[in-house]
Structure formats: structure tokens, C-alpha cells
T-cell receptor, first 118, second 115 residues
Framework: DVKVTQSSRYLVKRTGEKVFLECVQD?????MFWYRQDPGLGLRLIYF???????EKGDIPEGYSVSREKKERFSLILESASTNQTSMYLC?????????????????FGDGTRLSIL | AQSVTQLDSHVSVSEGTPVLLRCNYS??????LFWYVQHPNKGLQLLLK??????LVKGINGFEAEFKKSETSFHLTKPSAHMSDAAEYFC?????????????FGDGTTLTVKP
């Protein structure tokens, strides 16, 4: 089974801090994703990555950056944390199948990091 | 463009009765469609997926879904609900073309199972 591990289940930080959320997957997946989940707003894509050192903006990238130096690790960075970034953050990974049409591989999710910014 | 609408934000059933969670989608291309389940304080777990093979898709834990192109629907069903099915369920459409690699999530349906 694919395992996606997020480094922290719960995290409390202060406004203005630089915050790192780490995600590691163990199945050699090419694609990795960061989402945030908020009541009434569902899951929203922040950033995704198709390969090492590659990144693409999602729907709500403002205030965030990402790093993918190794295939198995995808980090989300809050450059200067603000209270409106208090949320549940979910990391996911998926396989990229050569010759297959994009999008037909399911994503595998970590258990999430509940981040509070005070 | 692609979108997905889960028609019910909350569904309540009694244990042992059928479950129906409704999902309509919109996609410029033949879509890939998924249902995920999320238990409290956990990540999303794949229940089943449709990727242009059989229109009736069977998943884990007795769930299944039927892809109906004419109705642009992908409703999730289960013949008999169990208490452990209580969770939030997400319908997801995943795209091609300009939406390649991106998934659009529905807003979720919270399923309550009464004893």
C-alpha cells in the first residue's frame, strides 16, 4: 500500500513565522499535491508537482511556496504565516503512467496536518 | 473547464438501509471520476474510480457507482449501510487537456448512519 506521511498531525505557530509542512511518499510517485481543507470550502489545491524541482500553481497559491528537491518529498512553506492560513493541510501523491491520459490515476492522501496560526 | 456538484451536503440513513450519494459532473473531455471517503481527522481514502471502462464500478466496503454519460452523473450507492460508513464522502473529477493532472473536488456529503 502507498503510504503518504505528513510530518505533523497538529501544529501551532504564530503570525509572521515561516512554517514548513513536510510530506513524504514511499511509492516512487511522480506527482505530489498540497491542498487545504476548510469547512464550507471543500478541498482547494495550493500547489502540485509533476517531477523533482518542478512545481505548478494550483487554485490558491498566494502566501505559499513549495519545494521538491527529492522525488519522495514535497514541502509546503508558509513564508509569513497569517491567521487566515489556519486550516487542515492535506498532501497527496499519484502515479504518472507513461502514455496514459492524465488524470486517471487516483491520489493517495496523508492524514493531514491541522495548522493553527495564533 | 470541469466541475463537480454533490447534490446533498448531508444524508442520514438508518443502519441496514440503502445509501445513495449523488454526484453530477461537467467536463470538456471524457472524465476520470472518483469517490473518496474521509473519516474524522483522517486523510481521504479511495473508494472507487471510473476511467472509461465498465460503467458500473465496484469499490471497497460494498460501495459501487454507475457512470451515466447522458445524465452526467456518478452516484454512489451501497445496499445496506453500516455504522462504520458514517463519514464525509467526496466526488472528484479529474481532467485532460487544459485540466490535465488537476482534480476538482466536490464540496462533500456528510453521511450519518442512525442505529
Amino acid at each position: 500500500d502507498v503510504k503518504v506521511t505528513q510530518s505533523s498531525r497538529y501544529l501551532v505557530k504564530r503570525t509572521g513565522e515561516k512554517v514548513f509542512l513536510e510530506c513524504v511518499q514511499d511509492m516512487d510517485h511522480e506527482n505530489m499535491f498540497w491542498y487545504r481543507q476548510d469547512p464550507g470550502l471543500g478541498l482547494r489545491l495550493i500547489y502540485f508537482s509533476y517531477d523533482v524541482k518542478m512545481k505548478e500553481k494550483g487554485d490558491i497559491p498566494e502566501g505559499y511556496s513549495v519545494s521538491r528537491e527529492k522525488k519522495e518529498r514535497f514541502s509546503l512553506i508558509l513564508e509569513s504565516a497569517s491567521t487566515n492560513q489556519t486550516s487542515m493541510y492535506l498532501c497527496a501523491s499519484s502515479l504518472s503512467v507513461r502514455g496514459a491520459i492524465w488524470g486517471n490515476q487516483p491520489q493517495h492522501f496523508g492524514d493531514g496536518t491541522r495548522l493553527s496560526i495564533l | 473547464a470541469q466541475s463537480v456538484t454533490q447534490l446533498d451536503s448531508h444524508v442520514s440513513v438508518s443502519e441496514g438501509t440503502p445509501v445513495l450519494l449523488r454526484c453530477n459532473y461537467s467536463s470538456s473531455y471524457s472524465p476520470s471520476l472518483f469517490w473518496y471517503v474521509q473519516h474524522p481527522n483522517k486523510g481521504l481514502q479511495l473508494l472507487l474510480k471510473y476511467t472509461s471502462a465498465a460503467t458500473l464500478v465496484k469499490g471497497i466496503n460494498g460501495f459501487e457507482a454507475e457512470f451515466k454519460k447522458s445524465e452526467t452523473s456518478f452516484h454512489l450507492t451501497k445496499p445496506s449501510a453500516h455504522m462504520s460508513d458514517a463519514a464525509e464522502y467526496f466526488c472528484v473529477v479529474s481532467g485532460r487537456g487544459t485540466n490535465a493532472g488537476k482534480s476538482t473536488f466536490g464540496d462533500g456529503t456528510t453521511l450519518t448512519v442512525k442505529p
